[in-house]
Nanobody, 130 residues
Framework: QVQLVESGGGLVQPGGSLRLSCAAS????????IGWFRQAPGKEREGVSC????????YYVDSVKGRFTISRDNAKNMVYLEMNSLKPADTAVYYC???????????????????????WGQGTQVTVSS
């Protein structure tokens, strides 16, 4: 059974840190572009960060650049999102997703091609509040 399972969300104060994990089962992440998306109440889903399968190139939405870091451990079939200096605006449900590499850049994949991702996790809530 193909599955993506996120973990690591929670309640954190502004300025704090969280590390989200995404575990894959039933398929191998090596050959997939992986993305972290988020959706806040009343807002559209947003591509936060993506990492390619080929050369490890990455994309970050402007609002998280310098604060978030995406990484993958193919040996463990895991993907991570390290989130530092968290802000209340980062509050959302975070999802990891996987897609066979599209014939475009990882940036375009993340910003515009979210609907084409093949597999999605169930999401993990991140709440940044004092």
């Amino acid at each position: 059974q193909v599955q993506l399972v996120e973990s690591g969300g929670g309640l954190v104060q502004p300025g704090g840190s969280l590390r989200l994990s995404c575990a894959a089962s039933g398929f191998t992440l090596d050959y997939y572009t992986i993305g972290w998306f988020r959706q806040a109440p009343g807002k559209e889903r947003e591509g936060v960060s993506c990492i390619s399968s080929s050369d490890g190139s990455t994309y970050y939405v402007d609002s998280v650049k310098g604060r978030f870091t995406i990484s993958r451990d193919n040996a463990k079939n895991m993907v991570y999102l390290e989130m530092n200096s968290l802000k209340p605006a980062d509050t959302a449900v975070y999802y990891c997703a996987a897609v066979h590499p599209l014939i475009t850049t990882v940036q375009i994949t993340c910003i515009f091609r979210g609907a084409e991702f093949d597999y999605w996790g169930q999401g993990t809530q991140v709440t940044v509040s004092s």
